[in-house]
């Protein structure tokens, strides 16, 4: 595993090309098994992720080939409908290869998924909305089975809003006979994004982005191009890396729209953020001050994956935070790190109580998921003296180029081999 050494208090200045939105890729290039075709993905990520799932997608019969940036997935001669073990503990993402499959051969065998160790994440609501569809399903020694004869459209209603349980059931649904109605559904941009995939290849989808989501099944799909929406998580990571370090950066190729919840804090904090069309400027001159209270929500409710970062924030504001955890047991892994760089943090049950200081100090950390440790970077890079952040894997997950990208912004920051 590689490791970040970073000497901090460098100010950032600059722009920064957000990349297409992890979270938006990973459920279309489940998608692409639907197509039976080709499907160009413009723009892909250049994320471990993303490199993961394309090759659950070869074991399928899928080939996959990279044309610069954008991926092409064709799925006409997929013929496997089991992704073994191995590969499905790589990533969390590999669950939502369930509809798909089962759309397609009316059959799947999948190991339980892996990805970020921040709480229980069950998969119940993934299930029970695939059983409302006409499934059958059975789990054993670390495996869940699924057949059906095939697939009724039906009404499925959430217990909480699942981001990939609406996506899972989505997928299954848009081959489904008759119409499928899910409520209580998630309402994340990327639900939405994944509805513009679906009907641009002919699927018929409508009110992703609202809690009710009413898919008409159709018989058939086809192949397309499909450029996804910008990375509102990478977006609010380098924002809040610049609210930390101070100067000016501008963050291009996203929405404003998108991440308000944390712009919102940002500008309680004391920056000044100007948007205008698809970019975003943050500026911070002067001290931070601390927020009170930050829970995370659903969207459009601050996003669970942007905590950790925020919490590195509220470590070196004048005055206390409380920060909320609603969606992950177990999402304060990174704090006994951060505390080793000076942070002063209580952790207790959901809530973390946080006292500001005037900065951390470097230190030696290690990274224990995504995105605590993309806070850890950030508060490297925000730190008096030189820092090593290993087990960098984590972000290299959902973070392309993140490196580089800071280095154009002014960080001193290199990838050593370990
Ligand atoms: C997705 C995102 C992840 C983000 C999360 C919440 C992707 C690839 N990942 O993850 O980055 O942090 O949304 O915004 O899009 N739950 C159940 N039963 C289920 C499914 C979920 O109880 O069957 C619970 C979870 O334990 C959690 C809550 O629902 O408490 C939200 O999880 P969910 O929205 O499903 O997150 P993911 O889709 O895993």
Known sequence: MDKYIINGGNKLYGGVKIQTAKNSVL???????????????????????????????????????YEGEDIIIDSTCADCFEIPRELAHELRSSVFLLGPLIARFKRARIAYPGGCDIGLRPVDLHLSGLKRLGVSIRESNGY??????????????????????????????????????????????EIEDLQKFLNSIGAKVRGAGSGTIAVSGVKKLGGGEFQPMADRIE????????????????????????????LHKLRENGCKIYSKNDKIILKRLGGLVSVKSIETQPYPGFPTDLQAQMTALCCICRGQSIITENLFETRFKYVPELRKMGADITVAGRNAFVRGTEKFNGATVVACDLRGGAALVLAALAAEGRSEVFDISHTDRGYGMFEYKLRSLGADIVRAAV
């Open 27 to 65: 459920p279309i290039l489940a998608a692409a098994v639907l197509a039976g075709d080709k499907v160009r993905i413009l723009n892909a990520p250049h994320i471990t992720d993303v490199a993961n799932m394309v090759r659950i997608l070869g074991c399928l019969g899928c080939r996959s080939v």
């Open 144 to 189: 869940i089975y699924c057949e059906c004869e095939k697939l009724c459209g039906n009404e499925i209603m959430l217990d909480c809003p699942s981001v990939g349980a609406t996506e899972n059931i989505m997928l299954a649904a848009v081959l489904a006979e008759g119409d499928t109605v899910i409520k209580n559904a998630a309402r994340e941009p």
């Open 235 to 262: 977006a609010g990571t380098f924002l809040i890396a610049a609210a930390m370090c101070g100067g000016e950066i501008e963050a291009q190729g996203i929405s404003s729209e998108f991440i308000s919840s944390l």
